[in-house]
């Protein structure tokens, strides 16, 4: 059974950091592409960062340079690391597993993790 769990979240001020974690169970996490998605009450389910197999990474504009991915494939485990954060980071941070493979894609999600930046 594949599970991915998120962890890290909470409450914090503006400009302030946090480190989410995912771990991964049921897969080798270090074969897929890993990703943490935010979804914002009344907003789209939004891609944050990215990180390839081959530990290529990407970030959507509003992030960069503040965000970090990483991953610790010894421990399973893929690692978002929030810094100077804004309350538009507001949002359920969602851990995503992917890997395409020649006839079927498997794709798995975390429950997610609330990350809420207020004063």
């Known amino acids: 059974q594949v599970q991915l769990v998120e962890s890290g979240g909470g409450l914090v001020q503006p400009g302030g950091s946090l480190r989410l974690s995912c771990a991964a169970s049921g897969i080798t996490s270090r074969l897929y592409a890993m990703g943490w998605y935010r979804q914002a009450p009344g907003k789209q389910r939004e891609l944050v960062a990215t990180?390839?197999?081959?530990?290529?990474?990407s970030y959507v504009d509003s992030v960069k340079g503040r965000f970090t991915i990483s991953r610790d494939n010894a421990k399973n485990t893929v690692h978002l690391q929030m810094n100077s954060l804004k309350p538009e980071d507001t949002g359920v941070y969602l851990c995503n597993a992917i890997l395409r493979k020649t006839w079927e894609t498997l794709n798995y999600w975390g429950q997610g993790t609330q990350v809420t930046v207020s004063s």
């Open positions: 990180i390839t197999s081959g530990n290529s990474t």
